[in-house]
């Protein structure tokens, strides 16, 4: 076993964009268990934000809008989910599949139109 740290890209696991994603491996994302200071709907879109293509992101928002959950759900501080994507540089397709479900921004942290 190597005693030395990888740094930077070196640890970086690399993207893969050809893979197949079922209906039922997206739905998965919904059993995800929170960490104790983040709502469980707000995870959710969380982690899959982050694991996912705008592409595939948008056919879970689907799912996960149709199970019932909360598109609009908020942290502590007021702020949605829809804020806190919106603050990122390359995230406009995410923000338009958070909006044609139903997402409003709560806090003056999101981005102008």
Same mark, same amino acid.
């Given at each position: @076993?190597?005693? %030395?740290?990888?740094?930077?890209?070196?640890?970086?696991?690399?993207?893969?964009?050809?893979?197949?994603?079922?209906? %039922?491996? +997206?739905?998965?994302?919904?059993?995800?268990?929170?960490?104790?200071?983040?709502?469980?709907?707000?995870?959710?879109?969380?982690?899959?934000?982050?694991? @996912?293509?705008? %592409?595939?992101?948008?056919?879970?928002?689907?799912?996960?809008?149709?199970?019932? !959950?909360?598109?609009?759900?908020? +942290?502590?501080?007021?702020?949605?989910?829809?804020?806190?994507?919106?603050?990122? !540089?390359?995230?406009?397709?995410?923000?338009?599949?958070?909006?044609?479900?139903?997402?409003?921004?709560?806090?003056?942290?999101?981005?102008?139109?």
């Amino acid at each position: @076993m190597s005693s %030395e740290k990888k740094r930077g890209a070196e640890r970086t696991q690399k993207a893969v964009r050809d893979e197949e994603w079922s209906d %039922e491996r +997206l739905a998965g994302f919904l059993e995800l268990l929170p960490p104790d200071d983040i709502p469980a709907d707000y995870n959710c879109l969380l982690r899959a934000y982050r694991g @996912m293509t705008a %592409e595939l992101f948008g056919r879970f928002v689907k799912i996960y809008v149709d199970s019932g !959950r909360d598109i609009n759900v908020t +942290l502590a501080n007021g702020s949605t989910f829809l804020d806190h994507v919106s603050r990122h !540089r390359k995230s406009g397709d995410y923000v338009d599949v958070l909006i044609a479900h139903g997402a409003e921004p709560r806090t003056s942290l999101a981005k102008p139109a």
